[in-house]
């Protein structure tokens, strides 16, 4: 291979390696949208749909007020705790140590419904796909919460 065609191929993989890194630089930089989640620390993705949030306060009513208010899900020390921690984590927790006297006794469908609509409760922005309590989909994905709601 001629000098020159090695020159210009290193030349353009050093170019294009540069625009990768710019650009990485650049979404590193701008700030995180509040009101959705952050998938693989670097775009934001809705978490639930309108639909399931509904579904989700009919759960909450049924089964979660029993023992909490929303500000247990909305105050500063739920923020504090789950800003910025994984989504699956979340909803392991709720799954596997709710209702108080039975836990992992809803069905998925209704800890999804229900977490959905603490999404909400939250302000995080809504999508056109309901939230799914895939493990491996949201190993990755953060919850980055909007500025508290204001009190009622």
């Known amino acids: 291979?001629?000098?020159t065609?090695?020159?210009?191929?290193?030349f353009l993989l050093g170019v294009v390696a540069t625009s990768v890194f710019a650009a990485a630089r650049i979404t590193a930089q701008q700030p995180l949208a509040p009101g959705y989640a952050l998938r693989d620390g670097k775009d934001t993705v809705p978490m639930y749909s309108d639909s399931q949030a509904t579904a989700g306060q009919?759960?909450?009513t049924k089964t979660c007020?029993?023992?909490?208010?929303?500000?247990?899900?909305?105050g500063a020390d739920f923020r504090t705790k789950w800003a910025g921690q994984p989504v699956f984590t979340l909803f392991e927790q709720?799954?596997?140590t709710m209702p108080d006297g039975n836990p992992g006794s809803l069905p998925k469908?209704?800890?999804?419904?229900?977490m959905a609509y603490?999404?909400?409760l939250n302000g995080?922005?809504?999508?056109?796909?309901?939230?799914?309590?895939d493990s491996v989909a949201l190993a990755t994905v953060k919850l980055i919460l909007p500025p508290a709601p204001p009190s009622p």
Do not use: Q
Not at 109 to 114: H, N, P, Q
């Open 94 to 96: 709720i799954r596997t």
């Open 124 to 133: 995080l922005t809504p999508g056109a796909a309901p939230f799914t309590p």
């Open 5 to 10: 065609s090695k020159f210009s191929g290193l």
């Open 109 to 114: 469908e209704d800890y999804a419904a229900a």
């Open 65 to 74: 007020s029993e023992c909490h208010e929303s500000k247990d899900v909305t």
């Open 118 to 120: 603490i999404f909400k």
């Open 58 to 60: 009919a759960v909450w």
């Open 1 to 3: 291979m001629p000098r």
